[in-house]
């Protein structure tokens, strides 16, 4: 079962927008997993 799932679907789970991932990404807020052409997926759990 994967657990991750990508930008856009964190950001309807989430209510946030796209941006404001990114942004909590790059201040260690909610940190995302990269695939290795450089994808955020985040965590479900």
Do not use: C, F
Request: hydrophobic share 30%; no cysteine.
């Amino acid at each position: 079962m994967n657990r991750l799932i990508s930008i856009n679907e964190a950001s309807k789970q989430l209510g946030v927008s796209i941006s404001t991932l990114r942004r909590w990404d790059e201040s260690g807020v909610l940190v995302a997993k990269r695939t290795p052409k450089g994808h955020r997926r985040y965590d479900k759990y």
